[in-house]
């Protein structure tokens, strides 16, 4: 069972960068999905981006297409998500996560995602 925790949230103006870390204890296989998701309150869970862990395939929201990066560290069992040009909207608890076994492809689905995070908190103001 893998672990995760985020961190690198913050206060950061309009326009500015954050990345935000997810350390993994536990293995993390070339063929698993790892997501990014964040959710604001009293609104559902929303998806952000992923990643294959061996690192050929990205996916990203249209909302975030071309501001966010999704990256991970082999090493450091580390995902990443570089946050630029951030705008207020994206003020949001971001959580970290690993695809289920046995889900589709491709998939976005909050439902098919599981081992989160307990989230950290990014707040953009305006």
């Known amino acids: 069972q893998v672990q995760l925790v985020e961190s690198g949230g913050g206060l950061v103006q309009a326009g500015g960068s954050l990345r935000l870390s997810c350390a993994a204890s536990?293995?993390?296989?070339?063929?698993?999905?790892m997501g990014w998701f964040r959710q604001a309150p009293g609104k559902e869970r929303e998806f952000v981006g992923a990643?294959?862990?061996?690192?050929?395939?990205?996916d990203y929201a249209d909302s975030v297409k071309g501001r966010f990066t999704i990256s991970r560290d082999n090493a450091k069992n580390t995902l990443y998500l570089q946050m630029n040009s951030l705008k207020p909207e994206d003020t949001d608890v971001y959580y970290c996560?690993?695809?289920?076994?046995?889900?589709?492809?491709?998939?976005?689905?909050?439902?098919?995602?599981?081992?989160w995070g307990q989230g950290t908190q990014v707040t953009v103001s305006s």
């Open positions: 536990g293995r993390i296989f070339s063929s698993d999905v």
């Open positions: 996560a690993r695809q289920s076994a046995g889900t589709a492809y491709n998939t976005r689905a909050t439902s098919d995602f599981g081992s």
């Open positions: 990643i294959r862990w061996s690192g050929f395939t990205t």
